[in-house]
């Protein structure tokens, strides 16, 4: 059974990205979760309606579990697609009304330092996968039991879920949150990333349509 999670903190935070985009967010803050770590969940646009149970014609609230990139999403490093994805993330979901969750599971949950050292081997010639193994951790080593603590203390039951990634519906369906569809996101490819891009699609399943990196 899952262990139950409560919110502890809500504050309205203004958020402005660097192209210029700006909205308004509800961040969320738990007590219970079962790392310990501080994740948050990030309500965008009407996600209050998308929780009302008396409401059945209403869409269910999009959402994305977003793992944390301090290279990406921060510093604007081209040599994934996290920064991208958690900019196209932060308007789509704003306009359809639902929940980012920032998970704080850097380099696939292997920690930042880690992530660097992967960084190194991947230099030498092995994907993102092979390196992580080569450290001695597993190919992802990332687990949404937090994430479906903090949507069942929101009281969401179902989303659609704004993600490329197969696992993340399998595990948080076996979680007890029902995915209605799984959303895809946009391919943000550049010359940097197009071998990531195309690991991803190839080992991980992620739905991922290619085109050559101009």
Known sequence: ???PATVRTQVQVPLRFP????TTARVVTFTGLVDGREHLAIGLGDHATTLRRDADDLPVPLVRPHSE???????????CDCGPQLREAAERITIAGGF??????????????AK??????????????????????DEDARDYTVAAQ???????SRVALLSNNPDKAEQLTRLGVAVTERVPTAVHLSPANAGYLA???????HTLQLRPAR
């Open 1 to 3: 059974m899952l262990p």
């Open 19 to 22: 192209d210029g985009y700006s």
């Open 69 to 79: 990139c301090l290279t990406g999403d921060v510093f604007g490093s081209q040599r």
């Open 100 to 113: 980012l969750l920032y998970l704080r599971q850097e380099g696939r949950g292997i920690g930042l330092y």
């Open 116 to 137: 660097m050292e992967a960084y190194a081997l991947q230099d030498t010639g092995l994907d993102t996968y092979e390196a992580n193994v080569a450290l001695g951790h």
């Open 150 to 156: 903090m949507l069942h203390a929101l009281d969401v």
């Open 199 to 205: 690991t991803k699609a190839r080992h991980a399943a």
